[in-house]
């Protein structure tokens, strides 16, 4: 295989090996557009090896200052069982169907494939949390997003506000 041809300016010399670091964006409901979703296995826990579906959202509004900006919620696709009650707790699944507008796969339990997701609309509900991993102790508490929630888009959601961002910090 032949080599490629590429020209590099000085500050592409200088340059120090780091990649980009973006802070959590404030709670609230994001437009988002299923821009990438495949089925993946979880990795550690007590779930370990069963199937989760793996989404990447991507805030789709020119009007928020966060457009662009990418959510990756994990959705499990194995009945989840509440640990206090023992009985099915797959709130998050059923948002997820409804949001995507395949809420007929609740009653049939049949979820369709992650390539059918890509490219629906849907409001996330994002929230921001310290992050419990991957931070030495002692150091200042970090932060990141989670995805809690998702609901349709639709008319009467964005007429309702619900589209916005609902932190009540910021103006």
Same mark, same amino acid.
Request: charged share 30%.
């Given at each position: 295989?032949?080599?490629?041809?590429?020209?590099?300016?000085?500050?592409?010399?200088?340059?120090?090996?780091?990649?980009?670091?973006?802070?959590?964006?404030?709670?609230?409901?994001?437009?988002?557009?299923?821009?990438?979703?495949?089925?993946?296995?979880?990795?550690?826990?007590?779930?370990?090896?069963?199937?989760?579906?793996?989404?990447?959202?991507?805030?789709?509004?020119?009007? /928020?200052?966060? %457009?662009?900006?990418?959510?990756?919620?994990?959705?499990?696709?194995?009945?989840?069982?509440?640990?206090?009650?023992?009985?099915?707790?797959?709130?998050?699944? #059923?948002?997820?169907?409804?949001?995507?507008?395949?809420?007929?796969?609740?009653?049939?339990?049949?979820?369709?494939?992650?390539?059918?997701?890509?490219?629906?609309?849907?409001?996330?509900?994002?929230?921001?949390?310290?992050?419990?991993?991957?931070?030495?102790?002692?150091?200042? #508490?970090?932060?990141? /997003?989670?995805?809690?929630?998702?609901?349709?888009? %639709?008319?009467?959601?964005? #007429?309702?506000?619900?589209?916005?961002?609902?932190?009540?910090?910021?103006?």
């Amino acid at each position: 295989m032949a080599g490629f041809k590429i020209d590099f300016s000085e500050e592409d010399l200088k340059a120090e090996g780091s990649s980009a670091k973006y802070d959590p964006v404030p709670a609230g409901d994001y437009i988002c557009v299923v821009s990438d979703a495949e089925i993946a296995e979880v990795k550690n826990g007590d779930n370990k090896g069963k199937l989760m579906l793996k989404v990447q959202l991507t805030v789709e509004d020119e009007a /928020n200052p966060f %457009n662009n900006r990418k959510f990756f919620p994990n959705i499990m696709l194995f009945t989840v069982y509440d640990k206090q009650t023992g009985k099915p707790n797959n709130f998050y699944m #059923a948002q997820w169907l409804k949001a995507t507008g395949f809420a007929g796969a609740l009653e049939t339990g049949i979820v369709p494939e992650p390539e059918e997701f890509k490219g629906k609309k849907l409001i996330a509900n994002v929230l921001r949390k310290k992050k419990s991993y991957g931070v030495d102790p002692g150091a200042p #508490a970090e932060y990141e /997003n989670s995805v809690k929630g998702f609901q349709p888009l %639709n008319d009467e959601t964005v #007429a309702a506000g619900k589209a916005k961002r609902t932190n009540k910090l910021l103006p």
